[in-house]
């Protein structure tokens, strides 16, 4: 028996078996190509001739492949081996889909983690790299020690569709940034003024309006939108109007700032124009609130 089986060797897969190895633990591979198991074989693991193998190798078994259709695929056919093993499955994505794969191993016999990774691999094993988990607690407590060795590990409750949909979150606010930052950047750089000259002051003013999210985290949880508005919605409609004047008139497509433009639009056409920025939140909601309610609770 090993410490661990790490099913997928892509350059994510990789990086998990390689901590996991520096970290003192035994390891099992498995991957559809087997090449990429060889540098890892070097280094003291196994390379197991089939999935089943890989899971009878260790109580632990750690996936993490391209798509959740390929996890079905490599698991299937060796379904029956993971009864009495933990499957974690740090495979991106969504919620229904983490839910889904927690029913499917426990009809199987096995306790079931879903994982996100918020690291690129050259992180792993640092404590800069942050995985946050969700799903059957007493498997995470019975192998935390050993996910520790990939970085933090973060546990946020029993409902497996809770990891994924904190990773998601946290990617949708970093891709939200980088579109105003790549807007930014275009536009200083239609003057030649130069990323690197211009970063500075980018993120000095990014420093700032971060100490603005604790209000807006208020405002969303109370519902309250309308109290002590410094800058409300109206206002900034009419200022908008600029930005993708501006970037037109630059020569840099207002692509990325539009649908914000859009929505603060919407927003003030459905009676929200005396409010606060976070009541766009009640923009994009589709679900109501009720419905919402009772899936939080």
Same mark, same amino acid.
């Given at each position: 028996m090993s410490d661990v089986s790490v099913i997928g060797l892509g350059a994510m897969g990789s990086a998990l078996a390689a901590a996991l190895l520096k970290s003192g633990l035994s390891v099992t591979l498995w991957n559809r190509s087997p090449a990429k198991a060889e =540098? +890892?074989?070097?280094?003291?693991? &196994?390379? $197991?001739?089939s999935v089943k193998d890989?899971?009878?190798?260790?109580?632990?078994? #750690?996936?993490?492949?391209?798509?959740?259709?390929?996890?079905?695929?490599?698991?299937?056919?060796?379904?029956d081996a993971l009864a009495g093993r933990t499957l974690v499955n740090l495979t991106n994505g969504t919620p229904a889909q983490a839910r889904e794969m927690a029913q499917w191993a426990a009809t199987r016999g096995a306790d079931y983690l879903d994982g996100g990774i918020m690291a690129v691999p050259p992180m792993i094993g640092q404590a800069e790299a942050l995985i946050l988990y969700s799903g059957a607690h007493a498997a995470f407590e019975a192998h935390g020690k050993t996910l520790g060795a990939l970085g933090a590990a973060r546990?946020?409750?029993?409902?497996?569709?809770?990891?994924?949909?904190?990773?998601?979150?946290?990617?949708?606010?970093?891709?939200?940034?980088?579109?105003?930052?790549?807007?930014?950047? =275009? +536009?200083?750089?239609?003057?030649? &003024?130069? $990323?690197?000259?211009?970063?500075?002051?980018?993120?000095?003013?990014?420093?700032? #309006?971060?100490?603005w999210l604790p209000d807006m985290a208020r405002r969303i949880d109370s519902g309250d939108y309308r109290s002590d508005v410094v800058s409300n919605l109206e206002m900034q409609a009419a200022a908008f109007d600029n930005f993708i004047a501006a970037s037109e008139g630059q020569g840099v497509s207002s692509e990325l700032i539009a649908p914000m433009f859009q929505l603060i639009k919407k927003a003030v056409a459905s009676g929200y124009g005396d409010a606060d920025q976070a009541s766009l939140v009640e923009m994009i909601r589709t679900r109501p609130q009720a419905e919402r309610q009772r899936v939080a609770g």
């Open positions: =540098a +890892l074989v070097a280094k003291g693991a &196994v390379a $197991a001739a890989a899971i009878e190798a260790s109580k632990l078994v #750690v996936a993490c492949l391209l798509v959740y259709d390929t996890v079905y695929e490599a698991f299937e056919p060796a379904k546990y946020l409750g029993d409902d497996a569709g809770l990891a994924p949909l904190h990773d998601i979150a946290l990617l949708t606010a970093m891709y939200g940034l980088f579109s105003g930052v790549t807007n930014a950047f =275009a +536009l200083t750089g239609s003057e030649k &003024v130069p $990323a690197e000259k211009f970063l500075p002051m980018l993120t000095n003013w990014l420093g700032a #309006v971060m100490t």
